[in-house]
């Protein structure tokens, strides 16, 4: 567990999921997404990936929360960012994504993935800021028919 500043100066706690967390991180999940995660696949992550699933807590409630997994020992994939929209624009995305990349180092990884909307623009230029670049792009990605970019950052 880790309490971070955000950039108005407020604490917040970036810590692992539990089981607890669920029921927020999926109003978050449904108040960011077209398409959110169905609860049941939430519960899954949470059980079989709950060190990098990293969920950020201020007063007591989770106001974003970061999905992670590790693939081929070498790959940290993240697989789903969000954060409440009344903590939008305060930073807390850059520190729950400066904090699931260290995870995934301290685990080996110096490859990072991410898939991202071609029309969010505001996250692309965040995924740039940390390092990322676009490498190709998937047509029919999500399941309206946009298609996403697949980015990639390598330390």
């Known amino acids: 567990m880790r309490v971070l500043r955000l950039k108005d100066n407020a604490e917040v706690c970036i810590r692992e999921v539990s089981l607890g967390d669920l029921s927020e991180v999926y109003e978050i999940e449904k108040l960011s997404f077209k398409d959110p995660y169905p609860l ?81 623009l505001a996250a692309q230029r965040l995924y740039e800021k940390l390092g990322f670049k676009k490498e190709y792009t998937i047509p029919n990605y999500y399941s309206d028919g946009e298609a996403c970019y697949v980015m990639f950052k390598r330390d």
């Open 40 to 120: 049941d696949l939430l519960h899954t992550f949470a059980v079989l990936n709950s060190d990098t699933f990293l969920v950020a807590v201020k007063n007591g409630r989770v106001v974003g929360y970061v999905i992670g997994v590790l693939r081929w020992d070498v790959i940290g994939h993240i697989l789903n960012i969000a954060v409440h929209p009344c903590y939008r624009r305060k930073g807390l995305g850059e520190l729950l994504m400066r904090e699931i990349m260290d995870v995934f180092r301290k685990k080996g990884a110096r490859v990072f993935r991410l898939e991202v909307r071609v029309s969010n």
